[in-house]
Structure formats: structure tokens, C-alpha cells
């Protein structure tokens, strides 16, 4: 049973560029959720996503920043007009199911170099 | 909003030593889940427990053990008998139990850099 995949795992953007940062859940989950991590932070909420739907993308920036989870295919997280505060490492997560003690598993990560 | 606390940027261990890291936290609701997630140099985030706040038993799983204080909306990690692989970055996290929206994002503290010195 794979696990959450995502990629690519390292993506490089020159500033004005657009990153897409893609990420296929584990089989079976249908709950998936974007955070970021800043250098020397912790993970920071993004959006969170059932198929086909946005629940909850109160931490999304307002600006240049898209998610979606469609019937077939990965979620992709969208950012446009990168600039270099967009530099992070970027995880998803899936679970099986909203809330309770259901675990979220995480993937590897995208690390984002805005040059 | 509930915010998650980790006053130890840092702390170093003796191999086959034990070492407690801190996790304070702020809520107003009564239900809701604690995790602890290791994050060693290869940057996966690993599940290493979880604690359901309605439950007083305080969570184990092998080595690892936490303290769940409710009263003191206290989490510590206890890492019994350390070894050489559990260093890593170690994050504290905290979700809601309420609800479809706030109930599924994990809230994380800026978290502790563990040394494990042989």
C-alpha cells in the first residue's frame, strides 16, 4: 500500500514563474491537506480538500494560491507569480476520513526554490 | 484560535538515556486530538503517538510515552531508552475534534531539535 506521494520533490522557479506542486493521497483516503513549512518553522495549515470540493482553505494566501482535488487524477496546489517568500517546503496529507482520531499521513514534501 | 507551544528549540541525550520534551497549548474546547510528529533529516513527518483528550490514560507506544496534563493543557514527550535514529526535529500538534472544517487541520508548534550523542 503506497503511500501519499507527491512531486516533484524538488522544484526550482525563477520569480514570475508558475510552481504546480502535485500530490496523489494514500489508496482509500479521500481527504487531502496542503501545508507549508517555512525554514525553521513549523507546518503551517493551508487548505484542506475532499474530491471535488474545498472545506477549508482559511490559510491560504489570499492572493496568486489555488488547490484543487479532482474526481480522477492527484490534488494539485497551484502558486502563480512566485516570489522568493514562496521558498518553503510544501507537505500534503491524506486521511480516510474528517476529524476524530484519524491519523494524517504525511508525504515527503516539495521543497520550492524561488530563485 | 488554539496555538501549540514547544519552549525547547533544542536538547541533546545520551544514547540509552531518557529525555522529556515540552508541548504546552491553548484551547477553549473541551475535545480534541495531541500528536507527536518526528521530522528526522530526510524531512518526512512521521506519526510517533497520539493522545485523544477524552481519554485520562496517557498514550504509549513502545519507547515513547506522553504526560497529558488536561488541567495544565500539558503534552510532553517522554523518549525512554534513546537511540542513535531518534534524532530529529520533533513536533508537537493539536486538532479540534469539532466539526468538518476546523475539526481536520493540525495546528503545530515551532518544535524541538533533538541530539541523541552516542
Known amino acids: 500500500n503506497a503511500g501519499v506521494m507527491q512531486n516533484p520533490r524538488h522544484l526550482v522557479r525563477r520569480r514570475g514563474q508558475e510552481a504546480r506542486l502535485r500530490c496523489s493521497p494514500m489508496k482509500g483516503h479521500s481527504h487531502v491537506y496542503w501545508y507549508r513549512q517555512l525554514p525553521e518553522e513549523g507546518l503551517k495549515f493551508m487548505v484542506y480538500l475532499q474530491k471535488e470540493n474545498i472545506i477549508d482553505e482559511s490559510g491560504m494566501p489570499k492572493e496568486r494560491f489555488s488547490a484543487e482535488f479532482p474526481k480522477e487524477g492527484p490534488s494539485i496546489l497551484r502558486i502563480q507569480q512566485v516570489v522568493r517568500g514562496d521558498s518553503a517546503a510544501y507537505f500534503c496529507?491524506?486521511?480516510?476520513?474528517?476529524?476524530?482520531?484519524?491519523?494524517?499521513?504525511f508525504g515527503p514534501g516539495t521543497r520550492l526554490t524561488v530563485l | 484560535a488554539q496555538t501549540v507551544t514547544q519552549s525547547q528549540p533544542e536538547m541533546s541525550v545520551q544514547e540509552a538515556e531518557t529525555v522529556t520534551l515540552s508541548c504546552t497549548y491553548d484551547t477553549s474546547e473541551s475535545d480534541y486530538y495531541l500528536f507527536w510528529y518526528k521530522q528526522p533529516p530526510s524531512r518526512q513527518m512521521i506519526l510517533v503517538i497520539r493522545q485523544e483528550a477524552y481519554k485520562q490514560q496517557n498514550a504509549t507506544e513502545n519507547r515513547f510515552s506522553v504526560n497529558f496534563q488536561k488541567a495544565a493543557k500539558s503534552f510532553s514527550l517522554k523518549i525512554s531508552d534513546s537511540q542513535l535514529g531518534d534524532a530529529a526535529m520533533y513536533f508537537c500538534a493539536y486538532r479540534s475534534a469539532r466539526g468538518e472544517t476546523s475539526g481536520s487541520r493540525l495546528t503545530f508548534g515551532e518544535g524541538t531539535q533533538l541530539t541523541v550523542n552516542p
Open positions: 496529507a491524506s486521511s480516510s476520513r474528517h476529524g476524530g482520531p484519524d491519523t494524517q499521513y
